[in-house]
């Protein structure tokens, strides 16, 4: 008597395809996942750099100008022209998502004008720090971000 | 027969379910993915749109300080679109549907710049618009505010959003719309001399290069010594400028009323013509006996004398070969041009002193020369109100008795002819050698004559057909070297009112909308904070009206510069450098409400100096030193007592008060009152 059953050729076949149908939906969801980790850690890069530029709107030109020419020191939050982590304590005022210490932040101040006008350049960039795992999520390594602020009348 | 096994009952249900799960699993999978690509859309439309939002708001502020900028110069065709409200940029009465057909492009060059050096800012376009969403060119009263003047709000828009061939990429925009309200407000009004305003200006004290508002009240107070001064000298000196740039002047009288400026020697020519007239009224040796009664007595008695030495009696005399007519002289009234001619000081004080007296006035024994002002060919064109020349009209009764003879008629009782006697009396006649003898007004003279002369006489029988007999102070004619012409009064108006005034003690002050003031209650220190005032640099910054509320001193450090067009109100202002403006065209006004404007420097100033209250009526202008201004005086009184002694001070009228148009400052408020900011093309 002769039982019906799949041959060995069947049983590849269906594994293949399985194989493939599986390997799919990991490697799809390998890539939503790294997309998403992406997708948080620019966002939070980009809100790094975002949030002096909105500080230093509120300081005003002249007071910028202040800093980029060296006669007042920036606030320690916010130090100028070098890349520095973005550290925080628990008890300060100023808090952060925990990533954000896996990030460096640089804040460039560059004085410019046009005829009467004068501005002040403020660029942002916000780079992955180095042996973090933002480095395995994020697809680029850095973020910026610009703005001016132009001198007001008094 | 063969019997197959049934098939079990759930062959092919772990397959299916299997199958499902997979299904599910999968379907997951692209749940999350899709989640995926969602959240990777959201980062990348967050960083487009911020990017696009940092770069509007940097638009924006360039935008706002443009227009700041060229809202500072009148010449710039903003300004001139802004002020002048063309079509382009007036969307005050445009529906709202419609409001974006309105705006003029407003140049954003640095925010291109950077833009142009971000990766994704080069795909942007940037562009910014400015128009004019509200005015109000009246005031809450519904007055109107002169000419352009008034109140608005300007709307300023940024929109950056992809170039159109990136649309597809990048969805990120941004659009910041802002409100700044402005205020335009006249420096300078047009004004021709030829013509009177027709309502108010706030700028109107600027059309002269003189005006003392309260000065009626002033001059009479000090019985004219305001316009007269005893030790002072004023110039108003305008040679050089044609009519329809000369500064008018004005020197407070009322409508009723009327001020003078007394005649010098140097201005002689302004007394009317002519200024000598001989014979008048010839008389017979009746009259002059009527006229001389103590010449008549002394001639009487010694025709008694000789008629009694013959027996006889007296039948009457007469006289023959004598000079006798009344005539007038005109002469300037001051104590400087009388006194080198013989006892015409004495004659004058004595007319003036009787004038005084008879109208209960007070009068000052001497008499001293009146303001200065050049060039005296084109005062009609300058002058305004009731101003007139002071000079001394001197009418004297002349007699020559040199080749007279008196003659006595006497008869002898009994015999039917008279007889002749000459009278040959050398002292008598001599006294009578080519005599000018003053003719007092009787009813204002009252002490004794020269020789007795019957004023009386002269008063009921000549003065009233021949007036000019009488000596008098002359205030009849306009100070003008044509007295003929007559001058107009000043047109001023009340406060928000339309109509005009007679008296300008009633007058709306200088720059009175308050409403149009850039800046108020500003402190000293505020003014150097500010800019408007820096006295390290030596500058003062002008734009629009600042009012200040203390006072302020300007130019301790040395002589200053003025850039810009404006108006500085304190209470009290002091001068102790000069002032120079950068652009001829510009003004300086400083401005006293009630307090003084004292000036201590002898440098040049290049101000309109105005003291002039509404409620405190006390503003004057003090020179403690030589003045030496360019451009124009005003005041409440002119105070000239108080200034320094024994100098000349000159006012010289600046044309660029009568430049022909108006020239108005617009002040941008810094402060934002409405503000949105959507993240797409509206």
Redesign the interface.
């Given at each position: 008597?002769k039982?019906r059953a799949f041959s060995l050729l069947e049983i590849i076949i269906a594994m293949a395809f399985?194989s493939v149908?599986?390997l799919s939906?990991f490697w799809?969801?390998r890539?939503?996942?790294q997309?998403?980790m992406?997708?948080?850690y620019?966002?939070l890069a980009?809100s790094l750099a975002?949030e002096p530029?909105e500080v230093f709107?509120g300081f005003g030109y002249d007071y910028l100008k202040m800093i980029a020419d060296g006669n007042v020191a920036p606030p320690a939050w916010y130090p100028v022209g070098s890349f520095n982590d973005i550290d925080f304590s628990l008890m300060s005022d100023m808090q952060y998502p925990a990533e954000a210490r896996l990030f460096q932040r640089q804040i460039e101040l560059t004085p410019?004008?046009?005829?009467?006008?004068n501005?002040m350049?403020i660029k942002v960039t916000v780079a992955v720090k180095g042996q973090s795992r933002v480095e395995v999520w994020m697809s680029r390594k850095s973020?910026s971000?610009?703005?001016?602020?132009?001198?007001?009348?008094? | 027969m063969h019997h197959f096994p049934k098939p079990a009952r759930r062959s092919g249900v772990a397959m299916f379910s299997a199958i499902f799960v997979m299904i599910i699993v999968g379907l997951l999978a692209l749940q999350f993915h899709y989640m995926t690509r969602q959240a990777q859309s959201s980062a990348h439309r967050f960083q487009t749109s911020e990017m696009a939002r940092q770069l509007a708001a940097a638009a924006m502020e360039e935008a706002f300080m443009y227009v700041h900028n060229e809202t500072a110069n009148p010449g710039s065709a903003f300004f001139k679109k802004l002020t002048g409200r063309s079509n382009d940029i007036d969307g005050s009465s445009t529906s709202l549907d419609n409001k974006n057909s309105k705006g003029v492009t407003v140049p954003v060059a640095l925010t291109l710049a950077q833009a142009s050096t971000m990766p994704m800012g080069s795909r942007l376009n940037i562009d910014a618009t400015a128009r004019i969403i509200d005015f109000r060119n009246s005031d809450s009263t519904g007055a109107k505010y002169y000419g352009n003047e008034g109140v608005g709000t300007l709307e300023l828009r940024v929109i950056a959003e992809p170039k159109p061939e990136f649309r597809k990429q990048m969805q990120g925009a941004c659009t910041i719309t802002r409100h700044h309200d402005y205020k335009v407000v006249a420096i300078i009004t047009r004004r021709t001399n030829s013509t009177q305003r027709s309502a108010y200006a706030g700028s109107f004290i600027l059309d002269y290069a003189l005006f003392v508002r309260d000065g009626q009240e002033e001059f009479d107070a000090i019985s004219g010594l305001s316009l007269n001064p005893a030790k002072q000298k004023l110039t108003i000196d305008q040679t050089g400028l044609t009519s329809d740039k000369a500064g008018k002047i004005y020197l407070g009288n009322r409508r009723n009323s009327s001020v003078y400026l007394n005649i010098d020697a140097a201005r002689q020519n302004f007394i009317p013509e002519p200024r000598k007239k001989e014979k008048i009224l010839q008389v017979d040796d009746q009259a002059v006996f009527k006229l001389l009664p103590q010449f008549f007595n002394q001639v009487r008695a010694q025709a008694e004398k000789a008629v009694k030495s013959k027996g006889a009696s007296l039948k009457g005399f007469s006289m023959s070969g004598h000079s006798a007519y009344f005539e007038y002289k005109r002469y300037p009234v001051t104590d400087e041009a009388l006194t080198p001619i013989k006892d015409m000081k004495d004659f004058r004080t004595a007319t003036l002193a009787g004038e005084a007296k008879f109208n209960n006035q007070k009068e000052s024994a001497e008499v001293y020369p009146g303001l200065v002002i050049k060039p005296e060919a084109g005062l009609v064109d300058v002058l305004e109100g009731d101003i007139r020349q002071r000079y001394f009209h001197f009418g004297y009764f002349y007699v020559d008795m040199t080749n007279c003879k008196i003659w006595v008629k006497a008869k002898k009782s009994g015999q039917s002819e008279s007889e002749t006697i000459e009278i040959t009396d050398p002292a008598l006649i001599n006294q009578f050698k080519n005599r000018q003898i003053p003719c007092f007004d009787a009813d204002h003279f009252t002490g004794i004559t020269d020789n007795s002369i019957d004023l009386r006489y002269i008063k009921d029988n000549i003065a009233n057909t021949y007036p000019e007999v009488i000596c008098r102070i002359d205030k009849e004619n306009r100070y003008l070297q044509n007295a003929n012409s007559t001058l107009p009064h000043p047109g001023m108006f009340h406060f928000r009112n339309s109509g005009s005034l007679d008296d300008a003690t009633l007058a709306s002050v200088p720059f009175a909308q308050v409403n149009l003031w850039a800046r108020r209650n500003v402190t000293p220190q505020q003014l150097q904070e500010f800019g408007i005032y820096v006295p390290g640099q030596k500058k003062l910054n002008l734009r629009g009206i600042v009012q200040v509320t203390e006072a302020i001193t300007l130019g301790a450090e040395g002589n200053i510069e003025v850039e810009g067009s404006g108006v500085l109100i304190a209470p009290g202002i002091t001068i102790s450098g000069g002032i120079k403006k950068k652009d001829a065209d510009s003004a300086c006004v400083l401005l006293t409400r009630g307090y003084p404007i004292t000036v201590n420097t002898t440098e040049l100033v290049e101000a309109a100096l105005v003291s002039i209250g509404s409620s405190n009526r006390n503003g004057y202008v003090v020179a403690n030193k030589k003045l030496n201004l360019r451009g124009c005086l005003a005041a409440d009184r002119l105070n000239l007592a108080k200034w320094a002694e024994g100098v000349e001070h000159k006012i010289q009228y600046d044309p660029a008060f009568k430049r022909g148009d108006d020239l108005y400052q617009v002040n941008l408020a810094r402060w934002v009152t409405f503000e949105r900011m959507v993240e797409q093309d509206e």
């Open positions: 008597m039982r399985l149908a599986i939906m799809m969801n890539a939503s996942n997309g998403s992406d997708a948080y620019e966002f980009f975002r530029i709107r410019v004008n046009s005829g009467k006008l501005g350049r973020v971000l610009e703005s001016i602020v132009m001198e007001r009348p008094k | -």
